[in-house]
């Protein structure tokens, strides 16, 4: 392979893309609005401290992966197998 070019990730297309230098503030995507189609989990001060730690946490929830929420202020995402949440991004 010579060249690899991608063209879309989740619902950005590279027709929606910009050159830096052309970049305005309008054209910034937060990063909450990135992540808005994944379920949510708030944790508590304890929990959060020990999430940030990276220490698998048991939830009640499905597999999957979810945006990680403490004070309603996003955190960033967790992974869900088996019952236990782990730190994936942090924000």
């Not at 609005?33 to 944790?43: F, M, Q, R, T, V």
């Not at 597999?63 to 996003?74: C, L, M, N, S, T």
Request: glycine share 6%; proline share 0%; aromatic share 10%.
């Amino acid at each position: 392979m010579k060249f690899l070019q991608r063209t879309k990730v989740d619902k950005f297309s590279i027709e929606n893309a910009v050159y830096l230098q052309d970049l305005k503030e309008e054209d910034i995507v937060d990063v909450e609005k990135l992540c808005e189609n994944y379920l949510k989990i708030e944790l508590n001060e304890r929990k959060l401290e020990l999430f940030l730690n990276g220490v698998k946490l048991t939830v009640s929830t499905e597999d999957g992966i979810y945006q990680v929420f403490h004070a309603q202020k996003f955190v960033g995402l967790g992974i869900v197998e088996k019952g236990l949440l782990k730190r994936d991004v942090i924000f």
